[in-house]
């Protein structure tokens, strides 16, 4: 009996320690240049073999928990090394991962963002990105807070081997094989939640995420037109007007989205591009408007104008908020909003104005602020 007391004792402990190695070692090394990099020979900089990687990718695809099992990628059998001249960039930092097994090394985004930055696409760094992506989906940590550019995928192209599109195609595939019930907008899946928004989660949200979800001000070059940019690839009015009413129909379930997901509306290409918030008081947790933002939002036409100010009232959590007259959505969905974002003020009323909290304390700032803003609108 205790014989085999003690093989239970060792299989658990077995699949204990098992479990407790899963950590952020299974992202791939990189390897930072100390000089301009031949781009013909970028796959070098990532170590892993481009089979291995592709294999990593496709079995992501369908078992996304794998990123966290131990020798999901065995840097010790991996035996390639960084090119001359650059030096090696592990995922982890020995100082964190004494404490936090699932946090990526600052160094370790900051040249994926420096890579993406310089516009380089080469297939190995987009399936790369793709792995950190889906590192993030199962630590709970937001992947959009590291702001690594990438392009967008176009609508029609969603087999492409560009970050976006293998986004697009993982979150819709979990989406699905999870049986949940989904919107897509900007070539992003949007999951909606099967309860409405409590106190308890309330607690947790700050507006890290909301302030990505309001619009840059881009200018056309041939005419000098300035519009809300709501969709990231056509700027014409018709299509940012559809856009904006298949955003107030996935709100109107659930308005707490706005504060809790991304909709994808500063990826931007072939625009003269304003964003609204100065980088540095972001930083702070702080949302000061640039100067020049304030000066193209009195140039905007009616419409876009009373886009941006239910915006700037559903991020200040306001009473007063209403959906533009002309937004194209039924009686229904108005009814819908308006009782369910009356539920999240109630939600928020509750926190009694506790800075404590994160959204408290947050939404606080962002008010004073935003009243600059609303006097123009």
Not at 91 to 108: A, D, H, Q, V, W
Not at 190 to 197: A, M, R, S, T, V
Not at 252 to 272: A, D, M, R, V
Request: glycine letters at 4%; charged letters at 30%.
């Amino acid at each position: 009996m205790k014989k085999i007391l003690l093989i239970i004792l060792y299989v658990l402990g077995l699949s204990f320690s098992t479990q407790s190695m899963a950590d952020v070692k299974n992202l791939p090394v990189i390897c930072s240049p100390t000089k301009d990099i031949n781009l013909g020979n970028f796959p070098s900089y990532i170590l892993i073999s481009r089979s291995d990687l592709h294999a990593a990718r496709d079995k992501l695809m369908n078992e996304p928990k794998l990123i966290l099992q131990q020798g999901f990628i065995d840097h010790e059998k991996i035996k390639l090394k960084c090119p001359s001249g650059s030096r090696k960039i592990k995922p982890f930092s020995k100082k964190t991962y004494k404490t936090n097994k699932l946090e990526i090394y600052r160094g370790y985004i900051k040249q994926l963002k420096s890579w993406s930055g310089k516009g380089w696409r080469h297939e190995e760094f987009e399936i790369l990105k793709f792995l950190v992506y889906v590192f993030t989906t199962q630590t709970n940590v937001n992947y959009d807070k590291y702001y690594i550019e990438n392009n967008y995928c176009f609508e029609g192209q969603y087999d492409s081997i560009d970050f976006q599109c293998l986004r697009y195609q993982y979150d819709k595939k979990q989406a699905q094989l999870n049986n949940k019930r989904f919107f897509e907008i900007n070539w992003r899946i949007i999951e909606i939640p099967e309860k409405k928004i409590n106190v308890e989660d309330l607690k947790k949200i700050d507006l890290s995420i909301a302030h990505n979800n309001i619009p840059i001000i881009c200018q056309r070059s041939w005419d000098q037109h300035l519009y809300l940019m709501l969709d990231p690839v056509f700027g014409v009015s018709e299509k940012t007007n559809k856009q904006f009413s298949n955003f107030i129909q996935i709100l109107s379930e659930h308005p707490s989205l706005f504060f809790t997901e991304y909709f994808g509306f500063h990826y931007i290409k072939g625009c003269n591009a304003t964003e609204p918030f100065e980088k540095e008081s972001l930083k702070k947790n702080e949302y000061k408007f640039k100067k020049l933002y304030l000066k193209k939002v009195e140039k905007l036409n009616p419409e876009d104008k009373e886009k941006l100010k239910f915006l700037i009232k559903l991020f200040a959590l306001s009473k007063d908020l209403e959906i533009p007259e002309y937004v194209d959505i039924n009686d229904k969905t108005r009814k819908n909003f308006n009782a369910n974002y009356a539920a999240l003020l109630g939600a928020y009323d509750e926190l009694k104005n506790n800075e404590t909290y994160r959204i408290v304390r947050t939404v606080s700032r962002g008010r004073l602020v935003l009243k600059i803003l609303l006097a123009l609108l």
